[in-house]
């Protein structure tokens, strides 16, 4: 997708230049004395205003990769959050089944809750953002705790 860009990009700042090399060269013909100096120099502007313009559609492409991998880092991690706490809710889920506990540690009944009342947040009909706001999370966990869950369910 990027390379195909900076191919795009590339075209047309190639096509750019062309057009103005037909441009100098018509009025050359105009002027039977050749390029002069502003010509010249109007055209050295250009090759270096090009230039500039496409080490900036590098430099934000590069800078537009690294923000991609830092994104993708971050959903990873918290993407292994939460399945470490929905395996956590199972396993406290079946060992108070079994034990016939209330419930296991504070901070596992704690995450339980919270991943419950998300889902019956959301099963109310209450969209994401509106979720993610008021349990003070971001729309990326609620989405991802609300995937979880529908895949739970399907797995079932």
């Known amino acids: 997708m990027l390379l195909s860009f900076q191919i795009v990009a590339d075209i047309v700042l190639f096509g750019a230049i062309i057009s103005l090399v037909i441009t100098i060269t018509r009025e050359s013909g105009k002027r039977a004395r050749g390029l002069d100096k502003e010509t010249l120099d109007e055209f050295r502007r250009a090759i270096e205003d090009s230039q500039k313009a496409a080490e900036f559609l590098l430099s934000t492409m590069n800078e537009g990769r690294k923000s991609l991998r830092d994104i993708s880092y971050t959903l990873d991690q918290k993407e292994k959050r939460l399945r470490k706490l929905i395996d956590q809710s199972d396993t406290t889920a079946v060992s108070n089944v ?8 504070a901070a596992a009944r704690d995450t339980v809750a919270l991943y419950d009342r998300v889902v019956t947040l959301a ?4 969209p994401e953002k ?6 003070d999370m971001s729309e990326g966990e609620i989405n991802l705790i609300l995937g979880l869950d529908r895949k739970k369910i399907e797995n079932g």
Do not use: N, T, V
């Not at 079994?98 to 540690?105: E, F, I, P, V």
């Not at 099963?123 to 209450?126: E, N």
């Open 98 to 105: 079994s034990d016939g506990l209330s419930g296991g540690s």
């Open 123 to 126: 099963r109310q009909g209450i």
């Open 130 to 135: 509106d979720i993610a706001e008021s349990l």
